[in-house]
C-alpha cells in the first residue's frame, strides 16, 4: 500500500482520482463549480459605483465595478468612447501574489478582457460617444479578485457581463450657450449590450486530459490551459490557449463544444438575476 | 533575426545561466521572456505576449535537464508591418534552436487572417489584417502538428476557425523546411 499525501506528491494522489474520471472535491471532468452572481445595489456590492456585480465560481471570488465618466474622445477616433477594463489580482486573494506594481498574470488577464470586450464587440465605442469630438463617456471596469481559487477568466468574464448588463448611463446633453455638459441624472437609459460572451477553461493533464473549471491547485499541477469565449450565436470571439501542451484540432474542438452548452446554461443563469432585480 | 515581409524581430537567448535565488525552481529551467516594442516602453499588451511565447516556449524546452538555472530570452521588435506575433514565435524557435537548448520539438508561428468574405490569408500584411474580420494566430509543433498556442483577434464560426487551424498546419511545414534550410547553411559554413 503506497501512501500518497497530497501535499508531498500531489500529481500522482491526482492521477489516482483522475483514474477513477473524478476529482478530490467530488467533480465529474466536465463538471462546473456552482456559480453564484450578485447583481446591483444589494448584497455586498459596491454603492459607489455605478454598476457592480460579485461572482463566486466555487471558491474563487471576483467583483467588478463599473464607473462612468465623461472625457473628450481622442483625435484620431472623435465618435468613440473608451471601455478601460483593469483585473487587480491583490495579495489577499492568494499568497502567491506580492503587493505592489500589478504582476504578469493581473495584466495578460486585463488584456484578455480587453481583447474579449472588443472581439465580441459586446460594447459598441460609437454608442458611447455623446457629441461627436467634443464628449464621450469612458467606462472604467474595475476587476478585483477576492479569493483566488483557480479559473480567474471564467469568473472575470461573467462578472464584467453582469455589471455592465446593469449600468443606466444618464442622459447629457450640451448646453450650445456655455458649451458646458449637462447631465441629467433623473433621466437613465441602460447600457446597449449586443453580445453576452461567456469564458469556458479547461486545464490540460498529462497532455491528454482535459478537465472543466480548474481549481488553483488543479491549475498548479496542469501541463497547459485553454480557455473559449463564445457568444450567443455560437460564434468564436477568442480561442486563448497560452502554451502549455499540444492538443489536436479535435481536442479544441472537443472545448468548443462543451464551452458553448455552459454559454446557454450562463446566459440562462444571468437573465434570471437580471429579471429579480430589474423594478417592475 | 526572422523577417517575412518587412515584419522583423531580433531574438537573443542567454542561458541556461545562474537564475537569482527567488527566481530559480528546484526541478527546472526558470524561462523568462522579455519583449521590447519597436517604440515606447512595454505595457500589457506586451506583458501579455510574453505570458504566451513563455509558456508556448517552456512547453518544449527540456528545463527538467537544466535545475536551478535560468534561461532568459529578449525579443526587440525591429519593424512591424503585419503578423508580428507569428514572427516573434518564429525568432523564439529559431534563437532556441541556435543555442542549443535539449527542445521535446520545435513549433512555428502562422498568421491567419479571415477576410470579410470568408477567404483565408496567411501571413497577413498590416492593411490585411486591419480589413479583416478576424486575425487567429497559432503555434504549431512539428511533432503531429498539434496545437501549441491559439490566440484570436475578432469573432469567427467554428467552422471557419478549423478551416483556419487546417490552412496553418499546412504551412507549417514550409516554415520547418525554412529553419532546416536555415540551419543547415548556418552550419555548412564551418
Known amino acids: 500500500l503506497s501512501i500518497c499525501s497530497r501535499t508531498v506528491e500531489p500529481l500522482e494522489y491526482y492521477r489516482r482520482f483522475l483514474k477513477e474520471n473524478c476529482r478530490p472535491d467530488g467533480r465529474e471532468l466536465g463538471e462546473f463549480r456552482t456559480t453564484t452572481v450578485n447583481i446591483g445595489k444589494c448584497l455586498c456590492s459596491i454603492t459607489t459605483a455605478d454598476s457592480s456585480a460579485l461572482v463566486k465560481l466555487g471558491n474563487t471570488t471576483v467583483i467588478c465595478g463599473v464607473k462612468a465618466e465623461l472625457a473628450a474622445p481622442a483625435a484620431d477616433s472623435a465618435n468613440k468612447g473608451y471601455i478601460v477594463p483593469n483585473v487587480e489580482l491583490l495579495s489577499l486573494c492568494a499568497e502567491r501574489f506580492r503587493s505592489g506594481p500589478p504582476g504578469e498574470e493581473a495584466q495578460a488577464a486585463s488584456q484578455f478582457i480587453a481583447d474579449v470586450i472588443e472581439n465580441s464587440q459586446m460594447i459598441v465605442k460609437e454608442d458611447l460617444c455623446i457629441a461627436n469630438g467634443k464628449l464621450a463617456w469612458v467606462l472604467y471596469c474595475d476587476i478585483i479578485c477576492l479569493d483566488y481559487d483557480g479559473n480567474l477568466l471564467d469568473a472575470s468574464v461573467f462578472a464584467l457581463l453582469a455589471a455592465l448588463k446593469n449600468v443606466q448611463l444618464p442622459s447629457v446633453s450640451i448646453n450650445e450657450e456655455t458649451g458646458l455638459s449637462e447631465v441629467n441624472l433623473k433621466q437613465k437609459n441602460p447600457l446597449i449590450i449586443r453580445k453576452h460572451p461567456v469564458a469556458t477553461s479547461f486545464a490540460v493533464f498529462d497532455d491528454t486530459l482535459l478537465i472543466v473549471d480548474p481549481t488553483a491547485e488543479e491549475e498548479d499541477l496542469a501541463t497547459g490551459t485553454v480557455t473559449i469565449v463564445t457568444d450567443e450565436e455560437g460564434r468564436l470571439c477568442s480561442v486563448h490557449k497560452p502554451g502549455g501542451s499540444p492538443l489536436t484540432g479535435a481536442k479544441l474542438q472537443d472545448c468548443i463544444t462543451r464551452a458553448i452548452t455552459r454559454h446557454k446554461e450562463v446566459k440562462k443563469l444571468i437573465d434570471k438575476v437580471i429579471k429579480s432585480i430589474t423594478p417592475k | ?190
Do not use: W
Not at chain 2, 30 to 53: F, I, Y
Not at chain 2, 76 to 105: E, F, H, Y
Not at chain 2, 136 to 159: D, H, P, Q, Y
Open chain 2, 1 to 190: 533575426s526572422v523577417s517575412p515581409g518587412d515584419t522583423s524581430v531580433l531574438a537573443g537567448l542567454y542561458g541556461p545561466a545562474e537564475a537569482k535565488l527567488s527566481k530559480e525552481l528546484p526541478d527546472r529551467a526558470a524561462l523568462e521572456v522579455l519583449l521590447r516594442p519597436k517604440v515606447g516602453l512595454p505595457g500589457v499588451m506586451e506583458r501579455s505576449r510574453e505570458q504566451l511565447l513563455r509558456q508556448t516556449c517552456e512547453a518544449v524546452v527540456l528545463g527538467v535537464l537544466h535545475p536551478r538555472t535560468a534561461i532568459t530570452l529578449v525579443l526587440q521588435v525591429l519593424s512591424d508591418a503585419g503578423s508580428l506575433l507569428s514572427c516573434c514565435l518564429n525568432a523564439a524557435c529559431m534563437a532556441l534552436l541556435d543555442a542549443g537548448l535539449p527542445l521535446a520539438a520545435l513549433f512555428c508561428g502562422v498568421t491567419c487572417a479571415l477576410q470579410p468574405d470568408g477567404t483565408i490569408l496567411l501571413d497577413p500584411t498590416a492593411r490585411q489584417e486591419q480589413e479583416a474580420r478576424a486575425i487567429l494566430t497559432f503555434a504549431i509543433a512539428s511533432s503531429e502538428r498539434k496545437v501549441l498556442m491559439a490566440n484570436t483577434k475578432g469573432s469567427c464560426s467554428v467552422e471557419e476557425m478549423q478551416q483556419c487551424l487546417a490552412a496553418a498546419q499546412r504551412a507549417a511545414d514550409t516554415v520547418f523546411q525554412f529553419y532546416r534550410s536555415s540551419v543547415c547553411r548556418r552550419y555548412s559554413k564551418c
